[in-house]
């Protein structure tokens, strides 16, 4: 089973661009989609992106799309996500989260994830 530790945390202006890393530890990385969430005090946590295990296919938000890219490295055991023209509204603390391949339910479902990171903390000032 693999561990997940984001990073990239930050503090930036609405507009700015900021990329997110998880790395993943274990040796079957690529036996897992992996997916983004968010959490903003006072919200339910939101599903932001996810990837397939190969990476040929992600999924977004509507609230995201065209704005944050996700991308995974097998190779290397990580999933970065990319975000551009950052808004207030994205501020909160990102999770990434993995499951196994073939897992039953949607991409977008956080029930279907079983392994969490620690989270990481975006802020973004208007």
């Known amino acids: 089973q693999v561990q997940l530790i984001e990073s990239g945390r930050g503090f930036v202006q609405a507009g700015d661009s900021l990329r997110l890393s998880c790395a993943a530890s274990?040796?079957?990385?690529?036996?897992?989609?992996m997916g983004w969430f968010r959490h903003a005090p006072g919200t339910d946590r939101d599903f932001v992106a996810a990837?397939?295990?190969?990476?040929?296919?992600?999924y977004y938000s509507d609230s995201v799309k065209g704005r944050f890219t996700i991308s995974r490295d097998n190779a290397k055991n990580t999933v970065d996500l990319q975000m551009s023209t950052l808004k207030p509204e994205d501020t909160a603390t990102y999770y990434c989260?993995?499951?196994?391949?073939?897992?039953?339910?949607?991409?977008?479902?956080?029930?279907?994830?079983?392994?969490w990171g620690q989270g990481t903390q975006v802020t973004v000032s208007s």
């Open positions: 989260a993995a499951r196994m391949k073939f897992s039953s339910g949607f991409e977008s479902d956080q029930r279907s994830y079983n392994i």
């Open positions: 274990g040796r079957t990385f690529s036996s897992y989609n």
């Open positions: 990837s397939s295990e190969n990476g040929d296919t992600s």
